[in-house]
């Protein structure tokens, strides 16, 4: 069974980077296509970018196209969202999901999604 946990939000700057991992207690997330999405307040959690499980496979958010690589590393059970040039409306708390069985990495709605972590704050200041 697969168990996410995020690390690395923060507070930055705009055009700061920071770097956010994702990463599984169960040991199986070589077995999901793997996302991330984010849920500003007041707003509905949105996609972000997603993987497949290999990792030969991406897909973004336009809003995020260019400034934020997701990538993963299966033999440590941890998916990553490096995030450059970030912005302020980028603010909102950034969750990893795992796709549901049969879900390809380009199936990016939250009900493609069967498990999720807590989420990291990521707070960029103006």
């Known amino acids: 069974q697969v168990r996410l946990v995020e690390s690395g939000g923060g507070l930055v700057q705009t055009g700061g980077s920071l770097r956010l991992s994702c990463a599984d207690s169960?040991?199986?997330?070589?077995?999901?296509?793997m996302a991330w999405f984010r849920q500003a307040p007041g707003k509905e959690r949105e996609f972000v970018a997603s993987?497949?499980?290999?990792?030969?496979?991406?897909y973004y958010a336009d809003s995020v196209k260019g400034r934020f690589t997701i990538s993963r590393d299966n033999a440590k059970n941890t998916v990553y969202l490096q995030m450059n040039s970030l912005k302020p409306e980028d603010t909102a708390v950034y969750c990893c999901?795992?796709?549901?069985?049969?879900?390809?990495?380009?199936?990016?709605?939250?009900?493609?999604?069967?498990?999720w972590g807590q989420g990291t704050q990521v707070t960029v200041s103006s």
């Open positions: 999901a795992a796709a549901k069985a049969g879900r390809s990495y380009l199936n990016i709605a939250v009900a493609d999604f069967g498990s």
């Open positions: 169960g040991r199986t997330i070589s077995r999901y296509n």
């Open positions: 993987i497949s499980r290999s990792g030969g496979s991406t």
